[in-house]
């Protein structure tokens, strides 16, 4: 009788690891993803520890606006605001959520709730000379099964709006004093 149980527990445990071992290997590895023509999710590996350049809001939005190292460090050095253009390896990364009024703040205040999708630029001149050396991605975020997916258009998809601000070296976002 020790001996059927012993067995049972043992299977009952494997079962249990199985499951654990089968959903790890399930779940959505970001990094492996990548828009046409290009750009890969891995490309912004880390960028969760990024310093913040700015943030801004829509009317069902709000936004983290991220720069790796380069960026900030070509920010500090006056770009672009003295005239000269962000270097090649600049990388700026926005994270979108949906938000929501913070119930637990004793005044209006609205917070960060779902996931809507993280985009970024990127600034490589030889890879991207049709766009002033300027590379754009957009990872939609799904959330019932907590994956991203990328847009289905390419690398080029976000030219055509930040030509706007050609005279910043087409980004939008300023860094403001802290």
Not at 121 to 131: A, C, G, L, Y
Not at 161 to 178: E, G, Q
Request: some cysteine; aromatic content about 12%; hydrophobic content about 40%.
């Amino acid at each position: 009788m020790k001996g059927i149980l012993a067995i049972g527990v043992i299977l009952v445990l494997l079962a249990g690891s199985a499951n654990m071992i089968l959903a790890q290997s399930l779940a959505q590895d970001r990094y492996t993803l990548r828009v046409p023509d290009g750009l890969a999710f891995s490309e912004i590996r880390g960028y969760e520890t990024w310093q913040d350049v700015a943030v801004s809001e829509t009317e069902t939005s709000v936004k983290a606006i991220l720069g790796n190292p380069a960026m900030i460090a070509a920010y500090k050095a006056g770009i672009p605001g003295n005239g000269k253009p962000f270097p090649d390896g600049v990388t700026i990364v926005k994270i979108e959520w949906l938000k929501k009024k913070n119930a637990a703040s004793p005044y209006f205040v609205e917070i960060p709730d779902t996931l809507k999708h993280v985009d970024f630029i990127v600034k490589d001149s030889k890879r991207f000379p049709k766009t002033h050396g300027w590379a754009y991605a957009q990872f939609e975020y799904e959330p019932a099964s907590k994956t991203f997916k990328p847009s289905v258009t390419g690398a080029e998809c976000g030219y055509a709006c930040h030509t706007a601000v050609s005279a910043n070296d087409y980004i939008f976002t300023a860094y403001p004093p802290r």
